[in-house]
């Protein structure tokens, strides 16, 4: 959660990359592919990331891999030395994950239909859960990392994009 009072508003309190570990994607859907480069164009023009704890107030670089039932995110500076590694169980978003994934599919086969009325009812239930997720993600968050709601919305994207089963 952000703290005006601990938070970096400095240019330098910012991810400037972030990659997600090709072994961790079971396999590449051109819909989850697409919204997974979008969320990290979108987190690399505009975020605010800080590691709490540290002296080091960025640019950082974040690498985010699967492990069993763990999200780990790998943080390194500007040069690519490591600094910190956050490991997060995913438990607690198998409910909304599970519930995100009906829905997009929902959601991608009602645009094949060209419905938009249902279009547009299935997207707000989308953007409701994609909302709790990010809720969520900065809660869990909160003690290693300060961050923004719109980084946690793309981070949560990056989250789901990882863990699609197909």
Known sequence: ?????TTDTSASAKLIEVTLDAASIARVDPKIDHERQVAIFDILESNSFQLKGY?????FR???SLD????LFDVAD???LPLDRHEMSLMPFRRILKDYFLVLESYYQAVSDSQPAKIEAIDMGRRGLHDEGSQILL???GDKFVID???ARRLFTLLAAL???G
């Open 55 to 59: 002296e080091t107030k960025g640019p």
């Open 149 to 151: 709601f719109a980084t």
């Open 139 to 141: 809660e869990r968050l």
């Open 1 to 5: 959660m952000t703290d005006p009072k």
């Open 62 to 64: 974040l690498h985010l």
């Open 163 to 165: 863990h699609w089963k």
């Open 68 to 71: 069993d039932d763990r999200l």
């Open 78 to 80: 500007e040069a690519e």
